[in-house]
């Protein structure tokens, strides 16, 4: 078999067979396939989409690259939760925190950064100390005794999305339903969790920009899960503008904090409350969302959400007192407000250009091996549905160089303010 006719192929459309896929899976991960072989197929595959067989091998075989973890040793229904990405996105930190607050057990694989949406891992990578990537069996201890971890797919997780991710970031071939199916689901299905959230995003600063989309990635992922004997349903979520009001990796983790401490900007906490009821419910710990949804608010209430973080946080190496001081992150060098230049209504804030501004601060990769500034990023005063006046604060950007008017002006471009506007709906539909 020859990695030229398997390219050749899809790029004629056709249907690739198992073993095809299986040799190109294979390759990738043993490194016999050279890295412009495998971005050309993924091009194609962006072009030419998979079937519903197709993606489901893509998936198996991507998962099974690598090592498949038993956590069956761990107590109780472990619950994940798992984003398609978008910016301002930092729902799975404080999220993890408030439903290991109820003793359940959440074992979470994040990712990075990818396209103009920032990851998980890089945001936790801004508290000193914190290690992302810790072996298979202090993540097994560390979820029996704090409830919660927060790692990387590493050691030996499915390989062959770690290197695909990688490549798809700085090929433009991120938003394509078999290759984020696939992504997610072998890493989720390899994790070993038996019951999984997922929250698919929709709009401007998602992958998927129609809810049609977002809908037929939803059901990909679900079908993959349940095919599997996962317990996994989605909900479609607004990526139109950022959520909450932090971007960029230190700011979010102030943000999550902040959402710890009773203080989160309320799109974040309902986001995070509507998928952690869902997760408890999954978990057993709730007979109706109702009820799960008042125990979640009792875990920020008496503050062992809060306490559930920092555990996680001295588990995994990082310095615990960033709960209390979260200055000790990385801080920019200049807080620049930028001022609207007409009163009303704020009707758009583009969030995939607010995620592009802050990567261009240096908060994002533009190449595979950019070194993150954990500092920089943007802090919204205004989201769509606020009335502004000429001159007020729309955002403070946070540089390390005051040289940003291209930023800047990028920004302006994709505000908009008018007489009015309305705040989008932030649930748009559940898919079981
Ligand atoms: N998250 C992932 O893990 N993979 C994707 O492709 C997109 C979001």
Known sequence: MRMLDIIESKKQGNKLSDDEIQFFVDGVVDGSIPDYQTSALLMAIYFNGMTDSEQTKLTMAMMHSGDHLNLSSIEGIKVDKH?????????????AALVAALGIPVPMISGRG?????????????????????????????????QLAIIGATGNIAPADKKIYALRDVTATVDSIPLIAGSIMSKKIASGTDALVIDV????????KTLDDSRALAKALVKIGQGVGMDCMALISDMNQPLGNAIGNALEIKESIDLLNGNGPKDLLELVLTLGSHMVVLAGK?????????????????????????????????????????????QAKFKIELPAKESGVVS??????????????????QKADDQLD??????????????????????????DTEQID????QIYQNVKITDSASAPELIKEIIK
């Open 83 to 95: 984003s398609t990405g978008g910016v301002g996105d930092k729902t799975s930190i404080p999220l």
């Open 114 to 146: 990818l396209g103009h949406t920032g990851g998980t891992l890089d945001k936790l990578e801004a508290i000193p100390g914190y290690k992302v990537e810790i072996s298979e069996s202090d993540f097994k201890k560390q979820v029996q005794k704090e």
């Open 201 to 208: 995003k929709t709009g401007a600063g998602a992958f998927m």
């Open 286 to 330: 709730a007979q109706t969302l109702d009820e799960a949804r008042q125990k979640l608010e009792g875990t920020i209430t008496d503050g062992s959400a809060l306490e559930r973080f920092r555990a996680m946080v001295v588990a995994q190496g990082g310095d615990g007192s960033v709960v209390d001081h979260p200055e000790i992150m990385p």
């Open 348 to 365: 758009e804030i583009e969030a995939d250009e607010m995620g592009i501004a802050s990567m261009l601060l240096g908060g994002g990769r």
């Open 374 to 399: 954990y500092a920089v990023g943007i802090v919204l005063h205004k989201k769509i549905g606020d009335k502004v006046s000429k001159g007020e604060s729309l955002m403070t950007i946070y540089s």
């Open 406 to 409: 291209d930023i800047k002006e």
